[in-house]
Every structure is written in C-alpha cells, then in structure tokens.
C-alpha cells in the first residue's frame, strides 16, 4: 500500500474518494445500525454519480425523492467531486418538495396503486377508500414492474429486492406487517386523507360502483334488505349489490378513527 501511494496513477484511472452522507427519515430503514440517523463518511473509487453510491449503500432509487449536494439539489446523474456532502431524503408526500427536487421531472404525487402478493388485505382496504388499486397474486416482479411503468402507479411491496430494479421509479416499501397498521402507514405516507372516496370502488375487484336503481336489483337482494334500505350501489364486473348495511357502518366508523 505504501509503496503504490507513492506511485503517480496515470490519467483516467479511477481513484478512491472520500464522501460524506446522512440519510433522513424511513430512507434509514435500509442502512445498518451504525449508520442509522448519522453522518457518515465513505470512500467510492471515482468518477462516481450519486446514483451510484446510493444504490451500493442499499437504498432504492424509488424511495428517493430528493439529494442536496453541499446544499444545492442535484439530479441521480450528478457527479460527485470529493468531500461532497450529500443529503438524501425520501419520498415527501405529505411536504412538497416539487418546487426544488431535480430527481424527477414529476413529482410523485398519482396515489394510484399496485400491491404484491402479500398485501391483498391493504389492497382492499385502499379500494374501500376509494383508491385506484391493482393487486393479482398471480402476478410477478417483472409484470407488477411493467404494469406500474406503464399505469404510472406506486407500487407498495413488503419486498425490498423488487424494489431496488432499475426499472422502478415509483415505489414503497411497506414496513407495517399487521393490515391496519399498513393502511395507516400508507395513508400518513403520501397523505392521502384529503383524497379518501370511501364505498365508490368494488373492494373484490378494483371496478367503481355505479348507483342501482332500486327496481333494478329486486331480484339480486334478500326481500328483508329490498325492504329495509332504499339507496344501492352496484358492481358491473362482480355482478354485486352493495347497501349501507352493518358491515358498511363498520368500516365508516374505522375509516373516521383513520382520520
Ligand atoms: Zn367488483
């Protein structure tokens, strides 16, 4: 080592450099214990982008919503220089960060969905809120990846792997394992009470549910529901008759305690 430092590199050659990060908020999540909430210097063989040394710390580029170099915010292809100090901050929705981040041309603020196979119980819960959300067992990584890309939806995923392909650029690891939990986490996370169109979308199947007219479905409800209620809602792909019955009142007294 001593002997090679001594050594003049030739041009071009790659060179190793010191930099300095902090990582704010859940973005910790993905660092080990030592780095957690702390600065932190280390060393990258340069020319390196930003990109590039956030990736090799652990951290999904689609979790990130914005980077300060030295104080300046910066897009992923920015080069870094040494002793650059890099702030790195996750995906703000409930702050507007729209005006100064350079990451993304825009923000990430369509709080349309699509779940992995391990969320279905939030995927309805989501429907009940009125949210846009795709969720299919049988899909994929790469099919989840490419329905996202081309719907412009948020995937949430309790898979960490899926989120760090290069193909993902809007996405979310959800840290909740209990369904309620991961409802409240997802609604604090990109904000979404102001956006709750609760009981308009099938729970089963994602479709929108139109008003019945009450004649329409006398055959499809129990006499003693046909009776007792007079405003119905209907799902065109389920073929299902919807009233504000117990259950109903149940998930609106649950959605109240949300809010
Ligand atoms: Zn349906």
Request: glycine share 2%; with cysteine.
């Amino acid at each position: 080592m001593a002997k090679s430092a001594t050594i003049k590199k030739p041009a071009g050659k790659s060179i190793k450099k010191e930099f300095t990060f902090r990582f704010y908020a859940e973005l910790n999540d993905f660092l080990p214990p030592r780095r957690k909430q702390k600065v932190f210097v280390q060393s990258f063989k340069t020319p390196i982008t930003v990109r590039e040394t956030i990736e090799s710390l652990g951290i999904p580029l689609s979790e990130v919503d914005m980077i300060l170099v030295n104080g300046t915010s910066v897009d992923f292809e920015h080069k870094l220089k040494e002793c650059d100090y890099i702030s790195v901050f996750p995906v703000f929705e409930s702050m507007d960060v729209s005006a100064t981040t350079k990451v993304r041309k825009t923000a990430l603020r369509t709080s349309i969905f699509i779940l992995d196979a391990h969320l279905g119980k939030l995927a309805k819960y989501l429907r009940m809120l009125g949210f846009d959300t795709l969720y299919r067992s049988d899909l994929d990584d790469n099919e989840i990846i490419a329905v996202a890309r081309k719907e412009k939806r948020i995937i949430l995923t309790r898979d960490k792997l899926l989120l760090k392909s290069k193909e993902v650029s809007h996405g979310y690891f959800v840290r909740s394992i209990e369904k309620h939990e991961q409802l409240r986490e997802v609604v604090a996370k990109f904000d979404l009470k102001s956006q709750f169109k609760s009981f308009t979308r099938c729970m089963t199947c994602n479709t929108i549910l139109v008003k019945a007219d009450k004649e329409e479905i006398h055959n499809k409800v129990d006499k003693d529901i046909f009776r007792t209620f007079n405003e119905f809602f209907y799902c065109k792909n389920c073929d299902k008759v919807f009233w504000k019955g117990t259950h109903f009142m149940r998930m609106e007294a649950y959605i109240r305690e949300l809010v």
